[in-house]
């Protein structure tokens, strides 16, 4: 008998260490995939058992909702707060940094005593505190910029340092994240892990294991407007898409592995509708649009120790309501010093709220173009309302047989642009340089302005470089901001011909210069197409830039211009300019 109650003591131990450890979280956040490029929401062009199986295993939304584009996405989920709040208005150039004051869901994770880590596309920030490691992860390891040039093998940002990436970038990030979930169980620490993918975000590419199923494959469900497909597109992004379900189910595999998936929450959405025009359930709109197409996402949610398999959440939700609904499930405070626009949805997933009309407004903003979501109900840009219930394609204008919701929802949208996105792109944040909380500070062209006829490699910024750089009173530029005093090694990546050989350079801020003379010749070609399986793209090709070191800088705290110039030019052009690479020298 005194044997028995020894080991039932030991059980209820076991039982209260258990509930009392705190649930792993794991939230993958693709780019450019719409709601219905999953087989789970009846797409038969392709098939996503990992992925499909988080909602059999847990819960799955009827409607979630993200922005319109990428950077916006990635904002809410990141703060719980409507992009516009926080500095959010571009997808590039610096209108996709986060503003400094907005708190994360990193940070909060990381104040809760996890080991926090992102993997993969950031583009909310480059320059630290905007880098990832500022805002409340430790670990990082991707790009921060809308796009990358080229997914195999690039050059890639590991912690502020550049780094050489290793094979097909989503396979990479997912390695990268699965080493440091061992780590953390390894260290008995449970870990929040974000996976922002970049695919099937063009260029479209992905490894030929792939590409071989779709390459001629032909397709067994259209769009609604048929004539507008673009088929090599669309078999690319269901290759990348099946690309994505594998990864997700090595990740999956390794929570077994490590013996902690029954107490991981798994989360999967997407950050906009998707980048062409393929099947999507029949609704109108694709990425960049406000209508439901543009905006709904797939959500599901995996946590086998406590959501029912097969659940099905009838409530509207929004990426703003991640942030919230993980800290509840965590059992830990939100860090935050603004109020949120997102709610938990907890007991909505657990199954443990009670019945309720569902009367919450949730809107979709991007460049102008404002909807809201109330209910079972869509306000397009335009003021017309459709019952999403009965016609979910938005062909039925009913605004004018409900009048009394149609002026309510009329209202709300007019005060949300009048109090909430009112003057949310005016922007005079210069780019930090320099800053004394971290080492390294990544200056690329993306961010640049320029005088004369230097042109920019391609019309989005993200992953491009300036070239046809032909005269000495043209110059680069950036308006920057550096926060303290330091002392800097300066490093250049450039491209050259031999026969322009000879260029001298200056570099300076608020009058302290220095100068370097090219003496080495970089003849390289643009490349990444090779990999691209449409042969065509709309971003820029890349190039194997030279690195150099510029010289040592010593700079004194202030707000000003940091300038590029050259002084002399022999040959027919200075360089092809890539990036400039601060390290503080002595912290």
């Not at 657990?350 to 979501?373: H, Q, Y």
């Not at 979910?392 to 005060?415: E, N």
Request: proline share 4%; hydrophobic share 35%; glycine share 10%.
């Amino acid at each position: 008998m005194k044997l028995i109650r020894i080991i039932a003591l030991f059980s209820l131990l076991a039982i209260g260490v258990q509930a009392a450890q705190k649930p792993n979280i794991v939230v993958v956040l693709t780019d450019d995939q719409g709601w219905g490029d999953l087989s789970l929401n009846g797409n038969k062009n392709l098939s996503t058992p990992a992925i499909d199986s988080l909602a059999k295993d847990g819960a799955m939304f009827e409607r979630f909702y993200v922005c319109p584009v990428c950077s916006p996405t990635r904002a809410e989920f990141l703060t719980g707060r409507y992009h516009v709040r926080g500095g959010v208005y571009s997808t590039s150039a610096g209108g996709e940094r986060l503003d400094l004051d907005e708190l994360t869901i990193g940070d909060t994770f990381k104040a809760g005593g996890y080991a926090t880590g992102a993997f993969g596309k950031w583009h909310n920030g480059m320059q630290y505190p905007y880098h990832p490691n500022g805002r409340g992860f430790e670990e990082f390891y991707g790009f921060c910029s809308g796009h990358w040039g080229d997914y195999f093998s690039r050059p890639l940002d590991h912690n502020g340092k550049i780094v050489q990436g290793k094979g097909f970038c989503i396979d990479d990030f997912t390695d990268k994240a699965m080493d440091f979930m061992e780590a953390s169980v390894k260290q008995d620490k449970p870990f929040f892990a974000y996976l922002p993918y970049n695919t099937p975000h063009s260029p479209m590419q992905v490894p030929d294991r792939f590409w071989e199923k779709f390459k001629d494959f032909d397709l067994k469900m259209h769009n609604r407007d048929p004539k507008r497909e673009d088929i090599r597109h669309i078999r690319a992004a269901l290759a990348m898409c099946e690309n994505i379900d594998w990864n997700v189910g090595r990740i999956l595999k390794k929570l077994e592995t490590l013996k902690v998936a029954d107490n991981t929450i798994v989360i999967y959405f997407c950050d906009n509708g998707p980048n062409g025009t393929r099947w999507n359930g029949n609704m109108k709109g694709r990425k960049g649009s406000t209508d439901e197409g543009g905006v709904r996402s797939p959500m599901l949610i995996r946590w086998p120790d406590r959501i029912e398999p097969g659940t099905v959440v009838n409530r509207n939700g929004a990426a703003i309501d991640l942030l919230p609904t993980l800290a509840e499930m965590a059992d830990i405070d939100v860090v935050n010093q603004h109020k949120l626009d997102g709610r938990s949805l907890r007991a909505a997933i657990l199954g443990t709220e009670k019945a309720r009309k569902d009367t919450r407004l949730i809107f979709s903003f991007w460049k102008g173009r404002l909807s809201v979501k109330s209910g079972k109900f869509r306000m397009d840009q335009k003021g017309k309302l459709f019952d999403l219930e009965s016609d979910p394609g938005q062909y039925k204008d009913i605004s004018k047989k409900m009048p009394k919701l149609t002026k309510q929802l009329q209202a709300a949208m007019a005060g949300f642009k009048k109090n909430d996105a009112a003057g949310y792109d005016q922007d005079e944040r210069p780019f930090v340089i320099g800053h004394p909380g971290y080492r390294y500070t990544q200056i690329p062209a993306r961010d640049a302005s320029w005088t004369g006829g230097i042109k920019r490699s391609n019309k989005f910024p993200n992953c491009s470089y300036l070239s046809n750089w032909t005269n000495v009173d043209d110059k680069i530029y950036w308006q920057a901001k550096l926060p303290a005093n330091g002392t800097f090694d300066v490093e250049l990546q450039y491209a050259c011909r031999k026969a322009d050989v000879g260029a001298e350079l200056e570099l300076s801020f608020n009058g302290t210069k220095i100068r370097r003379k090219i003496t080495q010749a970089h003849e390289v070609h643009e490349h990444g197409g090779e990999n691209d399986r449409t042969g065509y793209r709309a971003e820029s090709y890349v190039k194997d830039w030279k690195t150099i070191k510029f010289g040592r800088l010593q700079l004194k705290k202030g707000d000003g211009e940091l300038m590029l110039r050259a002084l002399k030019i022999p040959g027919d052009a200075a360089i092809d300019f890539r990036l400039l690479f601060f390290t503080r020298v002595g912290r």
